[in-house]
């Protein structure tokens, strides 16, 4: 099972980014998809989550009405657009599978004038 995310930049306050991740191993399909954050010293905070058929999509407080989750499993491929971005939202993001212990090497994103 792995991961791989990208997309990840410098980007300035009230700027967008879209990340990519794109997972393998396993049938995608079937599986929820997250993506998590981690800045240093904290531990990995949950931002979005979407179903294996995008029924159901949740966001954290902190994200909502600016970051959306996607995903297209023809891919196997799960998105993250960030809009209205925040020097909070500087951290590394991570995507994973909640049922495999796996974790991918995550993208950098920060935020700053």
């Known amino acids: 099972v792995k991961f791989v995310e990208s997309g990840g930049g410098l980007v300035q306050p009230g700027g967008s980014l879209r990340l990519s991740c794109a997972a393998s191993?396993?049938?995608?399909?079937?599986?929820?998809m997250r993506w998590y954050r981690q800045t240093p010293g904290k531990a990995r905070e949950l931002v979005a989550r979407?179903?294996?058929?995008?029924?159901?999509?949740n966001y954290a407080d902190s994200v909502k009405g600016r970051f959306t989750i996607s995903r297209d499993n023809t891919k196997n491929t799960v998105y993250l657009q960030m809009n209205s971005l925040k020097p909070e939202d500087t951290a590394v993001y991570y995507c994973?599978?909640?049922?495999?212990?796996?974790w991918g090497q995550g993208t950098q994103v920060t935020v700053s004038s």
């Open positions: 979407i179903s294996s058929t995008s029924g159901i999509i």
């Open positions: 994973k599978a909640p049922r495999f212990a796996s």
């Open positions: 191993g396993f049938t995608f399909s079937s599986d929820e």
